[in-house]
């Protein structure tokens, strides 16, 4: 009987996971459709509970949704419970649990392709909506020594320092933790000392109202940190432009996309995920 995992977000059709996580099913032979699920706010109760269908395996959730299941599922992972954000479900005998891959697939990313190790760094996170938590939360628990999260509205940025000392009893780490407004006098001082720079943010994601736009001047960029920004389309953002003009070293967010896939398909299959078609086919689908 064939199966299916949903991608539940909105809008849907820009997304490129369906193309290597379909990629990947028929790799392991496996009878499953990646199904994209585009739903309205109004919609969302009713697709987690078509969910519960003994033929689906489980989901993904992306943008905007991936606070608002938390309350809609049976029972939400350690991980995404200190993140507060879930972007996979799996499905067991009509039981739903929310799980958070974004962070793992960040951290791996950072390492193996950014060759970046996070322990005793000093990290500046732009933006402080979800994908923002889920970096917040892998750095601290990798031992990042600071964390400096400067947002446009700078109260998520407080809310989100806030429920990241309040993790620390959870990872055991203690990092300095500052939240500051999205001011250009903030932005030179912040990032003068720091090895990391996250963006967060959609600023410069192909198709927004923000296409062709970098978050940071590059003379604000220090040239011996890596810069890495979490928009994957375009596969060479302004933002990242800029950094390689500062001399920094840059990582896109393609290899972020494409591992927190292969955590979630592992989830949903028990089976390895081949990591080097998934990237092949996710690079081919994007400019
Ligand atoms: P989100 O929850 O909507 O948060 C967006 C954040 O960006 C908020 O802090 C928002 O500030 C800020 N922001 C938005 N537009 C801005 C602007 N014009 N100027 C300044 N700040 C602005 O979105 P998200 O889920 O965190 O996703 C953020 C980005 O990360 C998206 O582009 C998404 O595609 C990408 N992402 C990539 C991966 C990957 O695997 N590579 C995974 C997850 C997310 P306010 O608080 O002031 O609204």
Same mark, same amino acid.
């Given at each position: 009987m064939s199966q299916i995992v949903a991608l539940i977000g909105y %809008?849907?059709?820009? @997304? =490129?996971s369906p193309a290597f996580q379909q990629v990947a099913f028929a790799y392991h032979r496996l009878d499953i459709h990646y199904e994209a699920w585009e739903r309205e706010p109004f919609q969302l109760e009713r697709a987690l509970s078509l969910l !519960?269908? %003994?033929?689906v395996l489980g989901a993904n959730i992306t943008i905007p949704y991936k606070e608002a299941v938390l309350p809609l599922l049976d029972e939400v992972r350690e991980g995404a419970i200190q993140v507060g954000a879930v972007n996979t479900i799996v499905h067991r005998r009509g039981k739903l649990s929310g799980y958070n891959t974004d962070a793992g697939g960040f951290l791996r990313a950072l390492r193996e392709n950014g060759n970046f190790e996070p322990r005793g760094g000093r990290a500046v996170i732009l933006g402080a909506g979800g994908a923002a938590r889920g970096v917040g939360f892998a750095l601290m628990q990798a031992g990042i020594k600071s964390i400096t999260i400067i947002n446009r509205t700078l109260h998520r940025a407080e809310a989100l320092a806030t429920c990241l000392q309040d993790a620390m009893s959870v990872t055991k780490q203690n990092p300095e933790i500052k939240a500051l407004p999205w001011e250009e006098n903030i932005f030179s001082e912040a990032l003068a000392s720091c090895h990391l720079v996250v963006n967060?943010?959609? *600023?410069?994601?192909?198709?927004?109202?923000?296409?062709?736009? @970098?978050?940071?001047?590059? !003379?604000? *960029? &220090? @040239?011996d940190a890596l810069v890495y920004d979490? =928009?994957?389309? &375009? =596969?060479?953002?302004p933002l990242l432009q800029g950094a390689r003009e500062a001399g920094a070293r840059t990582l896109g967010g393609l290899a972020m996309l494409v591992y927190q896939g292969a955590l979630s398909f592992e989830l949903w299959t028990g089976k390895k995920a081949p990591i080097d078609i998934m990237m092949k086919v996710a690079r081919e689908e994007l400019p």
């Open positions: %809008p849907l059709k820009h @997304s =490129v !519960r269908q %003994p033929t967060c943010t959609p *600023i410069g994601m192909k198709h927004s109202s923000t296409e062709g736009d @970098s978050p940071l001047t590059a !003379r604000f *960029i &220090p @040239s979490l =928009v994957y389309n &375009p =596969v060479d953002t």
